[in-house]
């Protein structure tokens, strides 16, 4: 066997692994990804022990739903592929985690859900969720309500679902614990798993952004301003798109995804975003509750948001 | 029942989470917490498994404790609420966790320090002992030392005792490993608990910042100035002071809390911060061991911090 | 027994720590390390129990090798003491724990391949295996790697066996994954131990940084630039000459330590640094593969670095 033979000049290595030892090289490519380079074992485990055989991701087969369309935002709205407007009617279930443990996830909730006239449904992961039950299990449960509302012709938003200042990592609660690095992870494997996919049609980055700790006061979470919490969401925006980019990014404001003052002036830098808000009632209300001054406030609070 | 309607403008949406299926809605506040927003769950908890009801942390009852001056810093000294100079004499005593597993964590040991005419007790909290306990059994021992110490009428330090470098996060030793976000976690947690509680008067943000990893050279716990940890103090303080306007934040230099230097020129630019300094005996001693001598080196070394 | 007395200007403290009670101070020095400051504890451990008595690491004893030159980049060559050049010819086995796992790992390995004619083995250590093994574990196979190298006058190649984005701390399989601060406290530890050991010759600093994931796109493990991710390594190569100014750091570029287009013009800062490329045959290959071809190509691709 001919050995390796490392060319040098001016401290350069090249170093030439013999596939027979090497610790990095790889004999086949891994199914469900795209094609390209894959330096790590794909070889099947022949036990959970064998860390370098442990399985790449899979992207999931669209191929295995029925025909929907894709949603995609246009100016002010959602529209079709065939260019029809579009309005998400959605209800946010519970966690999938908390729905197994108590034996309430499965088809019927969803129909349920569609029997109200609901066209969307919202998964709230949470971070700590999420780590308990771990991405395998996670997917297998995404899947399931990919089908179920593929079944039923509706929509899936992920929510990514914390509450607090990703900026600093302080949190609300302990369910919402979360770091800007295992967000990213997070927004990665959905975009890779789901790139495919009409149904996962929202990704909801982080559900109530907020730096004041249960009413404490501002800034008991540590600082965080809506242009440095705009950089942050549109680093999650770029990643992706790398790998999805029909996907539509949701992104919130502070004070528990209420306040979006500052979108008017200083929007999301980046095309295809949609903005949620969370109306609690104890946030505003008019002093006679009439259909007329509500939506006066609302066009005070908000409107400048949907010209 | 009506269900949820979404209103939708540029891509807005309008969540209106029905409460019977929302994960994050909440019905009423959490005892003991001060009034204001709270997303997360309240009720008790069935069982350990509901992570989604792990209970709020709570305040301290400062009312059960007997009536104790807060001490505050005023120009170069302490005082007491009726303006009288204070002077803490302490002693530091060991990690809660350790006299703990030796049996030593008792009232005796507080009464036994109180006798040596001390009026103050160190608490030194290891982030490793910390993470090993977890802050439900450590907020335990601290609300035994603060009943211990006020009712012998003293104060406690809560004393974040690291060694290292904080803002690359290389450490001393195993038992010094934390993180900013740990950190700040910690004080954020002391802060809120006993910001009624005037025994709890001293909060040592880091115990002894270094760069020198047990002498083996300047910046072998990577690099830190006086600039950049002076500016991570100040976060910490103001993290602080968001709960606990009354606390002393105490703040230490390098080699190991005892280069102070910079100070002169370069303040923490907060108010009521005091200043720590571990003058061990092998870090400078005058050629004469004379009492003269000692002053005069101490006047050198510190004394433009007390002007 | 005579207390404690704090001195106290402008808020500031002295605390004299009882050695009695103290948590932080320290009867003598532990072996193995430089003489310095050590507020640690040293005594032996009574049980694993005893945090505050946890060893701290020792230095490889380079007395019980048998002698060998230090190998030094000088210009474009590595040159052994006594100014003669040298040349790295290696092979990359597996992970230690991997092998140790397989049963492999033993000197027979390494006198195996010193049959082959190479006088470097390279130690790929991935991030996930170090973690699994522990340091101590770790540093006994090294040591043991050392001694079976320097018995057959053959070279150490410490590789940090990761792939991926350490800047956004995003990888490309699970066992890659780890961060700024356990790659900084792996080189530190690396460092210190061997500091006086020549048969450990190279520190790899990062096997193969890529922001591509597997071949799903440009930054689809988030943003980096050379400029960035050369910053960051002269990062780690200052904290490795803080304890070792005779190791040789080696560095890579991006898309799996291919691309060093860009050090012609911005090369590493530093001295005595040595560069890695990974050409696996897919990267780039002459339309005819004369052996003419393969140096035209070489020189083009990499001849400027080599002037």
Not at 1 to 10: D, E, G, Q, S, V
Not at 280 to 298: G, H, I, L, T, V
Request: aromatic share 14%; charged share 20%; with cysteine.
């Amino acid at each position: 066997m001919k050995i390796p033979f490392p060319w040098l000049t001016r401290g350069l290595f090249v170093l030439l692994l013999p596939l027979l030892l090497s610790s990095c090289a790889s004999t086949r490519s891994t199914d469900g990804l795209a094609p390209g380079q894959n330096h790590g074992f794909t070889a099947s485990q022949a036990s959970a022990k064998e860390w370098w055989n442990t399985p790449y991701p899979k992207v999931f087969d669209a191929s295995s739903l029925k025909p929907q369309s894709f949603i995609a935002v246009k100016g002010n709205s959602f529209v079709t592929e065939d260019g029809k407007s579009f309005i998400f009617r959605g209800v946010s279930i519970a966690d999938p985690g908390k729905l197994s443990m108590e034996k309430r996830w499965n088809k019927g909730l969803f129909e349920e859900v569609h029997r109200w006239g609901a066209n969307t449904i919202r998964l709230p992961i949470h971070p700590l969720s999420w780590r308990k039950h771990g991405s395998e299990w996670f997917f297998a449960r995404i899947d399931e309500a990919a089908r179920w509302a593929n079944a039923l012709d509706m929509y899936l938003i992920i929510d990514w679902h914390s509450m607090g200042n990703l900026e600093t990592e302080m949190y609300q609660h302990v369910m919402y614990e979360t770091t800007q690095r295992e967000t990213a992870d997070f927004w990665r494997r959905i975009a890779h798993r789901y790139r495919d996919v009409p149904t996962v049609a929202v990704y909801e980055i982080f559900n109530e952004p907020t730096h004041d700790y249960i009413g404490t006061g501002a800034y008991s979470l540590g600082k965080s301003t809506w242009e440095s919490w705009r950089n942050m969401l549109e680093t999650y925006i770029d990643l992706i798109y790398v790998y999805n980019k029909k996907a539509i990014p949701l992104v919130a404001g502070h004070n528990w995804a209420y306040d979006l003052t500052q979108v008017g002036h200083a929007p999301v830098r980046r095309q295809g975003v949609a903005y949620a808000i969370h109306p609690y009632p104890q946030k505003a209300r008019p002093a006679d509750p009439s259909r007329e001054s509500f939506f006066a406030m609302w066009e005070k609070d908000l409107g400048f948001c949907c010209g």
